[in-house]
Structure formats: C-alpha cells, structure tokens
C-alpha cells in the first residue's frame, strides 16, 4: 500500500511538473508570433504618437509581468488601443509562447543621458 501511494505521488508530481513547463511557453513558437510586437518594441527611442511616450522595450522581461499585461489587454482591463488589438488575436498558448520569447533576450542596456539627447536631436 506504502509503495503504491508513493507511486501516486511520484505520478502527480511527475504531471504537475509538466503542466508547469507546457505553461512555461515556447521561445522558438514565440519569436515567430512576436514578430509585429517588435515593429514598436524592438526600436530604441520609439515613441508612440499620442499621447506621445517611450514604448519600453520588453527583452529579458519578467515571464509574469507579460503573460499578465497581455492577458490584461485581451480582456480589455488595460487599456491601449493597438495592445488590445493585438493581444485580443492570442491565445492563452501564444500569450505564454511570447512571454518565453521576450524572457529569453537580453535586456536591454538603459540608454546613456548623450544618446537620449541624440534621439531626440538635442545636444548632450
């Protein structure tokens, strides 16, 4: 009887650990689905028009933050037009693929206070 609970409990834990790593996404899937995000948050200094601010850029993101912020913009609970444009074609698999992705590079290096300037066509 001893050996067969732990069995079951070795069963469980085995499925549990799997269904936390199909959750975990697919970088490679990812990258592919991602390719419009990076129009606007692959682009040092983008701006989005108006209201006028910086679009952040998302490499090397906490795996939650975006899983949560595109489930958000799907359901409509943040709002930005063409987020929730775009997160509104995802599904819960794509949400958590592009979430893999973006985890998966490295962040981005803060621009230097001279390059800011140079962007916006300012001296340093």
């Given at each position: 009887m001893r050996?067969?609970?732990?069995a079951l409990c070795f069963l469980a834990a085995a499925w549990l650990a799997s269904a936390a790593a199909a959750q975990q996404g697919?970088?490679?899937?990812?990258?592919?689905?991602?390719?419009t995000c990076n129009g606007c948050h692959g682009i040092p200094?983008?701006?989005?028009v108006y209201p006028t601010y910086s679009v952040p850029r998302i490499g090397g993101q906490n795996y939650g933050y975006i899983v949560s912020s595109l489930q958000a913009y799907r359901e409509g609970t943040r709002k930005h037009a063409t987020m929730n444009a775009q997160?509104?074609?995802?599904?819960?698999?794509?949400?958590h693929d592009v979430a893999a992705y973006f985890v998966s590079l490295a962040p981005e290096d803060a621009p230097s206070e001279g390059a800011e300037n140079a962007a916006e066509g300012s001296a340093p």
């Amino acid at each position: 009887m001893r050996s067969l609970f732990s069995a079951l409990c070795f069963l469980a834990a085995a499925w549990l650990a799997s269904a936390a790593a199909a959750q975990q996404g697919d970088p490679d899937k990812g990258k592919v689905i991602a390719y419009t995000c990076n129009g606007c948050h692959g682009i040092p200094f983008q701006q989005n028009v108006y209201p006028t601010y910086s679009v952040p850029r998302i490499g090397g993101q906490n795996y939650g933050y975006i899983v949560s912020s595109l489930q958000a913009y799907r359901e409509g609970t943040r709002k930005h037009a063409t987020m929730n444009a775009q997160a509104h074609t995802l599904s819960d698999e794509d949400i958590h693929d592009v979430a893999a992705y973006f985890v998966s590079l490295a962040p981005e290096d803060a621009p230097s206070e001279g390059a800011e300037n140079a962007a916006e066509g300012s001296a340093p």
